[in-house]
């Protein structure tokens, strides 16, 4: 589990710039490590032969913020998408929205698309890539990636598939 932190944590760029004057809602970067995510596959993924449309639907909290107007600190999202997946690699796209947990902010929706690539070590980790397209940072990229570290390969070879995963998650905001 270890190496998969590592793995993910280098995965994401760690972008930080210092600033003098105060930062407002549109002010990025904004970075959240540390935080959980699970998602559910219908129809289940499989080792091969997975449809070609298959629905992900994810839900997460970020974990520990860093951001520059100190109020963007903490929040949950949640993604929905459709695309060709199976156990090993794949893609999808769709949209999402951060729900900021600090009052007077506004959620960020977002689009996104996403890959999975499989690691010599055998973990997965899934990025996530797409633009804030209303909300706060709207105009904005974002950038997940999530370690999959609960992968059930016997259920990838059943009939039912692979219907949940889960693991930890970092999000930024450039």
């Known amino acids: ?67 520059l107007d100190f109020v963007h600190t903490a929040g949950t999202f949640e993604l929905d998408g459709t695309g060709p997946l199976s156990c090993l690699d794949g893609g999808s796209g769709g949209t999402g929205r951060i729900d900021w947990a600090a009052p ?17 070590d055998g973990v997965s980790v899934i990025t996530e890539t797409g633009q804030i397209t209303s909300g706060d940072y709207a105009g904005h990229t974002l950038v997940m990636a999530k370690v999959v570290a609960s992968v059930n390969l016997v259920a990838c070879l059943t009939p039912q598939g692979l219907t949940q995963t889960s693991g930890p998650v970092n999000v930024v905001i450039l």
Not at 6 to 34: F, N, R, Y
């Open 104 to 120: 007077g902010t506004n959620d960020s929706h977002f689009t996104y698309t996403g890959l999975i690539v499989l690691r010599p």
């Open 1 to 67: 589990m270890a190496r998969a932190w590592v793995a993910l944590v280098a995965t994401v760029p760690l972008v930080l710039a210092g600033t003098t004057t105060a930062a407002s809602a549109d002010t990025a970067p904004v970075t959240c490590a540390a935080g959980a995510q699970s998602s559910t596959y219908n129809p289940g993924l499989r080792l091969v032969f997975t449809p070609p449309n298959v629905h992900v639907h994810t839900e997460g909290n970020l974990g520990v913020c860093v951001a």
